[in-house]
């Protein structure tokens, strides 16, 4: 692995990397389709119309160190219902697990790229200039701005740095 030096740290470039589920995804027990691989695409959409069960999104918030509140921000849910459904431990609404899978699909990719929770929320959090000063998050919040930030991740482990 190649170490590179960015503006906001040094990372290891991962030139082939493995894909795999995020850990909010791993550790949910609820539903009962085992949980699916993220990049599964046809077990996710299937997952997705179902109806995600919202005890993945809170797993997946719990592993990577969101809030409620930040999580109900990231799939366009107010506070007040998100935690309505998380006591009534309910499903997704479909637009709504679409949102969720695209924000952990995502987090997966540059948590892959990054290595920590902590270098990879940093880094999501970050306005960055390639993002037209916008941060990975924010942008990630349409399906197309999602794609531009899986995109920058690529350039970045393979070393082209805009």
């Known amino acids: ?5 960015l503006p906001f740290g040094k990372i290891e470039l991962r030139m082939a990397r493995e894909t795999r589920i995020s850990q909010g995804m791993k550790k ?19 997952r997705v119309e179902e109806g995600l069960p ?17 999580l109900a921000k990231l799939i366009h849910i107010p506070p007040r219902t998100y935690a309505r459904r998380v ?8 637009p709504e697990g679409e949102r969720a899978v695209r924000v952990m699909r995502l987090y997966d990719t540059a948590k892959q ?15 960055l200039p390639a993002l037209g ?5 924010d942008l990630a919040r349409t399906e197309q701005g999602a794609r531009a930030v899986e ?12």
């Open 1 to 5: 692995m190649a170490v590179k030096s």
């Open 28 to 46: 949910a027990k609820s539903a009962q389709m085992p949980p699916a691989h993220l990049n599964d695409h046809a077990a996710m959409a299937n």
């Open 54 to 70: 919202i005890q993945d999104v809170m797993e997946f918030g719990k592993q990577a160190g969101f809030t409620t509140d930040e």
């Open 87 to 94: 006591a009534a431990h309910a499903r997704l609404k479909i």
């Open 113 to 127: 790229l990054f290595g920590t929770h902590d270098d990879t929320r940093r880094w999501l959090s970050m306005e």
């Open 133 to 137: 000063r916008r941060t990975p998050l």
């Open 151 to 162: 995109t920058l991740i690529g350039q970045i482990e393979h070393g082209i740095v805009t």
